[in-house]
């Protein structure tokens, strides 16, 4: 049985379900400006929203998302990133949704956990889900001292750096960075 919570910050006005789907609220109410100058109430019936799925070349790249309406303005956000803020508590307060089958359209309850950039990546690699790692080799300057990473990410993860850090890096021939030199 599908169970329905409030998402945190459309309260009253947007509900996740834990089978993954989004629903505005019964008799959620909205104002438009018609042209005279007044406002129009509006109030809604409950209905399911249908996600944007992007695709390229016929295959999924993206999650799905959908587009949320508060106080005049809307803002486009991930259903795994709603469904879990409204189901899964956060108490390390980890940045990513990670889907734990790989596949970005299964939102479902179950499916989902909070982690954080690392893990991500990790369980990208570790599930095969990302095929093309390019393995980074840095030696430190000073010591001559040899870390080895399987992906670019965790060599800027190990630097204290944003996760496409060393990626950018090297894309710009650069070879000598935070006292290590890419190898």
């Known amino acids: 049985m599908t169970v329905y919570k409030s998402i945190p910050g459309y309260e009253g006005i947007y509900e996740a379900g834990s089978d993954g789907t989004i629903w505005t609220c019964d ?28 695709r390229r070349n016929g295959s999924v ?26 189901f899964i508590p956060n108490e390390d307060d980890k940045p990513c949704v990670n889907h734990i089958d790989g596949n970005p359209l299964n939102n479902m309850l179950d499916n989902l956990e909070w982690v954080t950039y690392s893990e991500n990546i990790k369980h990208a690699y570790e599930t095969g889900l990302n095929k093309e790692p390019k393995k980074v080799t840095l030696i430190k ?21 944003n996760h496409g850090y060393v990626s950018n890096k090297i894309k710009r021939g650069i070879k000598e960075f935070c006292g290590y030199e890419v190898v």
């Open 27 to 54: 008799n959620k109410v909205t104002f438009r400006k018609l042209p005279n100058g007044s406002l129009q109430k509006r109030t809604w019936k409950r209905r399911k929203l249908s996600p944007k799925i992007e």
């Open 61 to 86: 790249h993206h999650d799905s998302r959908v587009e949320l309406w508060k106080n005049g303005t809307h803002k486009t956000k991930l259903v795994s990133r709603l469904v879990a803020s409204a």
């Open 141 to 161: 300057k000073e010591t001559n001292e040899i870390e080895r990473f399987r992906s670019m990410s965790m060599a800027s993860t190990f630097l204290g750096k």
